[in-house]
């Protein structure tokens, strides 16, 4: 539901009917009746009826026969809905199973007021809405109240309130401007009722025009996971519009705009809450603790770009539904893993190289001794090491260690380390019971309890979200609460 809520779609998701133009033979185009179903987070799908494009066949004799089904791929496919606006299917199929009906399946759809200039179909503004924007934000749109107090008479006292200019912040830079500000909703002029309501928004200028594709990847996705990654919860993307900008001020920018549908767009707008937003305690608000929204966007794009192993784990599945938690203690361990060997790449290979030099040395030097047989030298080289140990256990003794907050305490009174104390592997401190429980979970020679994994795995998302906002810039007060989110 959108009443009420500043923010709304052009378009609600729902069926409507429209007439799509579908190229034809020649570089004709033709004019058939259909519908659009716009879902939410779901590519769009529709229909085609009448006399869709089809392909005959004549025979020898003169008869015409045509073979179903039939497929059609465009890379856009246009329609006009019976309210005047556009729709865009992208990468769009039209799939014919009689000669008088189509169905319409497309990755995404783009709905407003299009003109094919032929130009290509890119974009400079994007406006977004996250779920948790207004946590991240750290501060409302509203600065005081003023009301009468218990006992006062209703109509011998003023109601007064005040705009907090603060709630605006803004970032540039000489490629982008973020600005993440409050979309408003005043029911003024009703003498029966008064509202404001309020709706957290992100508008992204460029100074270049790129692809749908490329807004998603560069710019909602980061903003997406940051949000998530601050909030310790999977944040959705709400709405989303892109655009071209204008100085053609008599135009709105809304007007210019086209909504996005497809998967994870469920373009369903909403108001701010301050109980919702009071309930939530983020590990940081770029107001409070000085964070430009545009640097950690620039630093996520960054670590994407360099393939950084915590990015492309942990980084990637903050924003889906909680994994079982065995994939998600694997997840996690793995992440740890990687970023450490990230970390320590240079010291890594120096070590590699040394024991590569210290190996050809050592097989040389059995090789010229004549009391080992040949049989022997062969089993010596395929299994002597050509690189050196290393150990699961010394990365994460290094990562939790490097902490601001100590969690080996609780890690040590979780079930799961309790029950593996007496292994006869004889754990040696909460490392290396990690270790060993995570080998015997890859290689599938010893399972645990759910609830016991699930436990752990809690403990390992809060380290892991700390070091994603030390790589992310973030300092130590803002990886704390990460780690203890009841330090606010």
Known sequence: MTDGIPLKPRLKPDQYRCVWLIPGEGGTTKRVDGDVELIADRPPRGN????????????????????????????????????????LLLDAQVISWHPDAAAIDARAALVGHWSD???PLTF??????????????????????????SGASFFNRSWTVEANPESEQSWSDSEAELKLSYDASLSIGDAYFYRMSFSPTLWIKLADRISLDECLKAWVEPIKRLVSLASGRSEQLTFL????????????ARERRLQVYGFGISQDPFASRGNEVSRTKPAFTTKWDDLSLLDLVRRWQSLVSDHHPLIETYGSSIVIPRQHPR????????????????????ETERKAEEHSNKRRQVVQELESTASVSGPAMQFI????????????????RDLIGALPVDVSSDLLETAL???????PRRPQGVADSLRIIRNDLAHGTRGYPIQDLNEVSQILEQVARAHLLRVLGCGVDVQERAVNPDRH
């Not at 900008?245 to 709105?252: E, I, L, T, V």
């Not at 994939?327 to 240079?346: F, T, W």
């Not at 080289?381 to 150990?391: E, M, Q, V």
């Open 48 to 87: 085609a009826y009448g006399d869709v494009p089809l392909k005959y066949q004549v025979s020898s004799n003169g008869e015409t026969s045509a073979s179903f089904p039939q497929v059609y791929s465009y890379a856009t496919l246009r329609g006009e809905l019976r309210n005047g606006l556009d729709v």
């Open 117 to 119: 200039s032929g130009d």
């Open 124 to 149: 400079d503004d994007i406006k977004l809405q996250v779920s948790g924007l207004d946590v991240i934000s750290g501060v409302g749109p509203l600065k005081s109240f003023t009301f009468p107090t």
């Open 241 to 252: 519009a892109v655009g071209i900008k204008s100085d053609d001020n008599r135009m709105p």
């Open 327 to 346: 994939a998600q203690y694997l997840l996690l361990i793995q992440a740890l893993e990687g970023l450490h060997g990230y970390e320590h790449r240079s």
């Open 381 to 396: 080289k395929r299994f002597l090491a050509k690189r050196p140990f290393s150990s699961l256990d010394s990365c994460l």
């Open 417 to 423: 380390l309790r029950s593996v104390q007496n292994d």
